[in-house]
């Protein structure tokens, strides 16, 4: 139900995007506004998606096991009261200091002046946004820890579902000018904020949650809380130090270069946000649970079965989006101000992003475990040293490359954390990988490279039919029904093949699912005998 609801979210994300797309093409509006989002997401994504998640629920896990529900509604209560307080100063500090910061984030829109004080007004607009979303993942982490998933993956359809109402009904009535819509695109990611926010409050009461007026900072497990966080956010920050550094180099790129990097991302963060992001979710509470209550067999396993879960998700995703980029690319943002060109330029961006997905869904997966064992230095310490690496590698691709290479510097750094923390995992909880482990990679392996090959061969074969296909010269409903036809064989290729080479225990069973060992785990979010999470 999880993968349901954050498919959801991620398709009104689309379509909120495809509106976006639509209204301001690529250009200086577009770069204004995605410089001024991204500066509020940065933070958002190290809270909501990082260190906040990392340290709160381990902490609501020990607090549940010491003093039972009382104790863990107690501690989510003060949470909230700590984080409301800490969020606030965090919002009014940054409108307050809105040019400097922007300054830094976008150096290059200082030779651009009407981009500039556009951008300003937009970031002084969004900035509360931070505020709203990260009291949001306070309630995802509290429900996430009573098995409750469906809600708080749902949560970011209300914010997406606002702002396409605002793009539709808001934005036309400021006028023509795009640089008068964007404002009222920008007020409805404020208000969409606040709705995903809303929209989780009434399942918490519902299990219990209940405000509480109380200093918040003299409880100890709040100011354990918080020093596991402070790690936390060097040990998350490694893909979004990456996607700011990619900001201030592409805002002294030609006009577009941002929005492109932008939108590729976004096709990119599709798998990650159903697989890496959900099955990392999953498993976090299982595997706090395991390490408090000493099961290192159980935590090693659940683990291992997470990982191997990523790679059965991950590698297809990768073959379908870039296979079909461009048809994609065309299909989801081509149309008013965004141009056939644009779409071509994004494509290219999304293909250098996307080949790093799996990694990326790796990061998410293997460093929340290392906060769940209390152990926030080891993902730390690689992050730090990632951050140089990456400063390296984008200065050295980014002149001849261009947004290219700034986009390939993602993938590379996503390649390295990847590997380093599954090395130090493994001297932690032991061999992840047994050997029937990595024959099941092999076979995924094989599937990929059918899935692959039966895709290339299906678009040789419709370009001889439909010559020009991707560049929807025949109208979008075409292009949507073929580019539909080849991810369902793709997709079946895949499935089909990696059934009958036995792969069927990583495929979702009506009712129930089978973990790494053939047992049948029948309640949501527990394991049996290391079987994975539903």
């Not at 509470?285 to 079965?305: Q, Y």
């Not at 929807?472 to 036809?485: D, N, R």
């Not at 990696?498 to 527990?526: I, Q, S």
């Amino acid at each position: 139900m999880m993968s349901v609801a954050t498919v959801i979210s991620r398709v009104l994300g689309f379509g909120r995007d495809m509106l976006s797309a639509r209204l301001f093409g690529a250009g200086g509006i577009s770069d204004a506004f995605v410089v001024a989002f991204r500066i509020p997401n940065f933070l958002r994504d190290l809270v909501a998606e990082g260190a906040l998640s990392s340290a709160f629920v381990p902490g609501l896990a020990r607090a549940r096991q010491r003093g039972g529900d009382a104790e863990f509604w107690d501690l989510a209560a003060l949470m909230v009261g700590a984080m409301g307080l800490v969020l606030g100063i965090v919002v009014l500090l940054g409108i307050l200091l809105a040019r400097p910061i922007l300054t830094v984030a976008a150096p290059g829109f200082l030779s651009r002046p009407r981009e500039f004080a556009l951008a300003l007004r937009l970031t002084r607009i969004v900035f509360p946004f931070i505020g709203l979303v990260g009291l949001s993942a306070l309630f995802m982490g509290m429900l996430n820890a009573r098995r409750s998933f469906f809600v708080p993956a749902l949560a970011p359809a209300a914010m997406n579902a606002v702002m396409i109402l605002f793009g539709l009904f808001v934005c036309p009535r400021l006028g023509p000018d795009p640089r008068r819509q964007v404002l009222g695109w920008a007020i409805g990611a404020v208000v969409g904020g606040a709705f995903q926010c809303l929209t989780q409050l009434p399942t918490a009461l519902k299990l219990g949650f209940r405000f509480k007026a109380a200093w918040p900072y003299a409880d100890a497990a709040v100011r354990r809380i918080f020093r596991t966080m402070v790690p936390a956010v060097v040990g998350q920050s490694t893909t979004q130090v990456n996607l700011l550094v990619n900001t201030i180099l592409a805002s002294q790129l030609a006009a577009g270069s941002m929005t492109y990097l932008y939108y590729g991302a976004r096709v990119m963060r599709l798998p990650l946000g159903i697989f890496g992001v959900s099955i990392a979710s999953a498993l976090l509470p299982d595997l706090s649970v395991a390490h408090a209550s000493g099961d290192r067999e159980g935590f090693r396993k659940t683990l291992a079965f997470g990982l191997r879960m990523t790679l059965f998700t991950d590698l297809p995703a990768l073959v379908g989006l870039v296979c079909l980029a461009l048809p994609i690319h065309v299909l989801l943002f081509k149309g008013g101000h965004f141009t056939l060109a644009d779409a071509r330029a994004t494509a290219l961006a999304s293909i250098a992003y996307t080949s790093g997905v799996v990694f990326m869904s790796w990061g998410k997966v293997l460093v929340p475990a290392f906060y769940a064992l209390d152990s926030p230095s080891t993902p730390v310490k690689v992050s730090m040293a990632l951050v140089f690496v990456n400063i390296g590698v984008n200065l050295l691709l980014w002149r001849p490359f261009g947004y290219l290479g700034l986009a390939a510097t993602t993938s590379v750094v996503a390649l390295i954390q990847a590997v380093s923390l599954q090395i130090l995992m493994t001297r932690r909880v032991g061999r992840l990988w047994a050997r029937e482990d990595l024959a099941q990679v092999a076979k995924m392996g094989l599937a990929t490279a059918a899935m692959a090959a039966g895709l290339a061969l299906a678009q040789v074969g419709l370009g001889r039919i439909s010559p020009g296909w991707t560049g929807a010269p025949h109208g979008k409903a075409l292009l949507a029904l073929q580019v539909a036809v080849l991810m369902a064989l793709g997709v079946g290729v895949y499935m089909g093949l990696g059934r009958a080479l036995g792969l069927g225990e990583l495929m979702p069973r009506l009712g129930r699912r089978r973990g790494p060992r053939g047992e049948v785990a029948r309640t949501p979010g527990r394991t049996y005998d290391g079987g994975a999470p539903s």
